[in-house]
């Protein structure tokens, strides 16, 4: 078995918990890409093994830290615990959705996994997890309580050029003839798997779009950068007397139509076609007022070097939000940026409060629904926010 020895810098990195080690620490080693190997201390003794990557600057991710080589045993438990996790939360209900595995934060590196009722969605994103997905579809079988219709790999991220990997999309067990039907209690929704943002949909957002629906009724709503309006929807369905959704996705407008129809809210809800930050200035200047409007953009900051840009695009379009909030309203934003931290994210929202003029109190902050765990040790696993914001 290969093993890959680090320098004291990536030594001391180790021992202060974060489970990725960069190409710059090892110092000796040599392994095929996307195996399994051991990870030695300068002076020869283990640190655990790991995953590793010919291509990245993250050549390895660790996947334990004991002497002893995993196993399949292993890595069953590993599987186990993540759909155990679910199970807990009340998150496998066989016509629901959720993230069924969450990556590097449950110790599967490169491994996520979405499940759409019985559909299961692999987003595999480094060599080592490539190699392991055949295997890591075996195991998710024997861990769930329920039987797969279908299994899809949705392997066509932009991280897979980091890794020397191609894109791929494809049915790997089962078929799928269509977008997959998912209850979410009283709202019901399609996702594409194919075609759909992220693996078809955005399952981080579940939990917020329940607290902003509370604040829904008798109000009206503004959705903008809504992509499938489940924000929006979900809304109406709390009694709210009208929703408008913004959206620039001609694909996802059309979805969002078809959702509020089988809902039956598409007389409260409508869509637009426009690039929301536009648009957003045009209400404004117009004097348009809602009870709640919602932010939901896309990342602005996909980088470190984007940052300057991503606060001028946060303050601005939080200054927008605010112009177009009533007196006593809500105001919800939400940045999905890693590299914006909670604190930034905050001091954002501050700089727009007193550019509009406007006195606003934080009601809640808060992050991704639950079967998106923050690994404390990972940081890179916490990125999204989400500011539900008192507005006078």
Known sequence: MASMKLTG???????????????????????QAGDLVQVVAPTG????????????????????????????????????????????????DPEGACRLIAGDSEG???????????VAVLQLGTQGADRMGEFLVELIREALPFELDAVVNRSDTAVRKLENLPKQTEVMQGSVTGPIEVRDGDLLYAVDVFQGHKTGHYLDQVDNRRRAALLAEGERVLDAFAYDGLFGIRAALAGASEVLCLEQNKAACERLVVCAERNGVADRVRVERVNCMKDLRARAEAGEEYGLVILDPPAFARSKRERAGAERGYVELARRGLALTRTGGSLVSASCSFNIKTSDFRGFLASAAHLAGRDVWVEQMTGASPDHPELLTLPESSYLKCAFLRVD
């Open 9 to 31: 810098k990536g030594r001391r990195w180790v021992l202060g918990g974060h489970p990725w080690i960069y190409r710059d620490d090892i110092s000796a080693g040599t392994a």
């Open 108 to 118: 599967l590196p490169g491994m996520v996994v979405d499940r759409y009722g019985k």
């Open 45 to 92: 003794e283990s640190m655990g093994w790991a995953l590793y990557s010919d291509a990245s600057r993250i050549a390895l991710r660790l996947v334990t830290r004991d002497e002893e080589q995993p196993t399949r045993e292993f890595w069953m438990q590993r599987v186990q615990r993540a759909v155990d996790t679910r199970a807990r939360a009340g998150m496998l």
